[in-house]
């Protein structure tokens, strides 16, 4: 996918993505689940890549506040960043994108991205889209398109770099191409996306006519 493409920017998925924070943020759901007589097993595939709130209003359980539930659960996993490292070569990839051309379009509030970024050593992005900034969190693709809006192009030029299904549904409904990272997967993923196990094998090649991108070497898991 990336020979001969040219982007104008490229948009990123924060958690799974950029940064692995998969080991803290079990914990804190484990131990939420556990409180509302939720099977951690059965529940915890539900919680990646969807905003907080959404995932407990889904659940419908009586006399619980998605909201102020949503709220207890970010203070726990800003509390709690001990495991957060980044996708290998992240910060590089990151450092090689113009400046103005790139952000971070995640579900994630602001508070608990910015904190997961700086525990990764990653630099916050002047364009972030968080859950506060949409009413209609990802797989719908207004934290994309808005992110597109942001920089200043249209989200058919835009990159996604995602790990979820629900941010590839998003990234797909807004129009963007669609490369998938690999690195915290414990399946096999089945995407018709080009895959990458995470950025050490790619190569930022600016120029005028915007972004293109040299897949080089031998990424496991490139496709």
């Not at 916050?124 to 992110?147: H, N, Q, W, Y």
Request: charged fraction near 15%; glycine fraction near 8%.
């Amino acid at each position: 996918m990336f020979a001969g493409a040219c982007f104008d920017a490229v948009l990123f998925d924060m958690d799974g993505t950029l940064l692995t924070s998969i080991r803290t943020t079990e914990r804190v759901w484990s131990a939420w689940a556990l409180a509302h007589g939720l099977d951690p097993v059965v529940f915890l595939p539900t919680i990646h890549g969807v905003r907080s709130v959404e995932t407990i209003a889904n659940l419908g359980l009586p006399g619980v506040d998605p909201v102020a539930e949503a709220a207890a659960i970010t203070r726990a996993e800003i509390a709690d960043v001990d495991d957060i490292e980044a996708i290998g070569g992240a910060a590089a990839f990151l450092a090689a994108l113009p400046a103005g051309r790139w952000a971070i379009v995640t579900s994630a509030p602001r508070l608990l991205a910015v904190r997961r970024l700086e525990a990764a050593g990653l630099p916050v992005p002047p364009v972030m889209i968080t859950a506060e900034d949409v009413s209609r969190g990802k797989p719908a693709p207004d934290c994309f398109v808005l992110a597109a809006a942001r920089l200043g192009v249209a989200p058919e030029r835009c990159l996604v770099f995602e790990d979820a299904a629900a941010g590839i549904t998003a990234a797909e409904a807004a129009g963007c191409a669609v490369a998938v990272i690999t690195a915290t997967h414990r399946h096999a993923v089945e995407t018709s996306h080009r895959t990458l196990t995470d950025y050490t094998a790619l190569q930022v090649l600016p120029s005028d006519a915007g972004i293109s991108l040299r897949c080089f070497g031998a990424s496991p898991a490139a496709t």
